[in-house]
């Protein structure tokens, strides 16, 4: 069975950095999308970032919040991808979550086949 798991989240001031990381126990060949997502008090999960790979290269998408702050990246050979956060805002703070297995452009939850349980990231004022 895959199992993800993320770190890196904590207690930050607005204007702070910090980077995500999740780490996959196994790869499968389903997994060719990766992204993260992001849950707050009484909203839904939203999309933040996903990276996938084709012939080509990689595909990397954004939410329009996060652009231009955020950057999405994979490193294969240590299973692990990251979220790198920067200029972070109070309506940053939520449970981020790394997804893997995904398909298509990997934007919705439904997409993705595993989840790993969450890390806290909150951004003070």
């Known amino acids: 069975q895959v199992q993800l798991v993320e770190s890196g989240g904590g207690l930050v001031q607005a204007g702070d950095s910090v980077r995500l990381s999740c780490t996959v126990s196994?790869?499968?060949?389903?997994?060719?999308?990766t992204g993260w997502f992001r849950q707050a008090p009484g909203k839904e999960r939203e999309f933040v970032a996903a990276i996938s790979w084709t012939w080509t290269g990689s595909t990397i998408t954004y939410a329009d919040s996060v652009k231009g702050r955020f950057t999405i990246s994979r490193d294969n050979a240590k299973n692990t991808v990251y979220l790198a956060m920067n200029s972070l805002k109070p309506e940053d703070t939520a449970v981020y979550y790394c997804?893997?297995?995904?398909?298509?452009?990997?934007?919705?939850?439904?997409?993705?086949?595993?989840w790993g349980q969450g890390t806290q990231v909150t951004v003070s004022s």
């Open positions: 997804a893997a297995g995904g398909r298509a452009s990997g934007r919705t939850s439904d997409s993705y086949d595993y």
């Open positions: 196994a790869r499968t060949s389903s997994s060719y999308v």
